[in-house]
């Protein structure tokens, strides 16, 4: 059984960056693709970043091409996404997530099969 614990979430003003964790325990992470979500409040959760299980394909909503990336260190058998350039508008808790094979290579959310808890991210203006 996978677990997926995020961390990195805060309080940070506009224009800076933020690096979220998904450490996974219980199971490598190398065969699950790992996807980025956020929900702002009062929205319904979206997707953000998708990363590929070898991490050679990545797919980034709009909203966060240019600005996020994710990337994942299998030696310590963790996803991150850097946030650069943050807005107000990036404001929500952020989830990652785990999908296993067959791989959808989409943000839809009935396919990843494991949840983080979600870490909080607000930006100020």
């Known amino acids: 059984q996978l677990q997926l614990v995020e961390s990195g979430g805060g309080l940070v003003q506009a224009g800076g960056s933020l690096r979220l964790s998904c450490k996974g325990f219980?199971?490598?992470?190398?065969?699950?693709?790992i996807g980025w979500f956020r929900q702002a409040p009062g929205k319904e959760r979206e997707g953000v970043s998708y990363m590929s299980y070898s991490g050679s394909y990545t797919m980034y909503a709009d909203s966060a091409k240019g600005r996020f990336t994710s990337s994942r260190d299998l030696a310590v058998n963790t996803a991150y996404l850097q946030m650069d350039n943050l807005k107000p508008e990036d404001t929500g808790v952020y989830y990652c997530?785990?999908?296993?094979?067959?791989?959808?290579?989409?943000?839809?959310?009935?396919?990843?099969?494991?949840w983080g808890q979600g870490t909080q991210v607000t930006v100020s203006s």
């Open positions: 219980g199971v490598n992470l190398d065969v699950y693709a």
């Open positions: 997530a785990a999908e296993r094979p067959p791989y959808g290579g989409s943000f839809s959310q009935d396919r990843f099969h494991y």
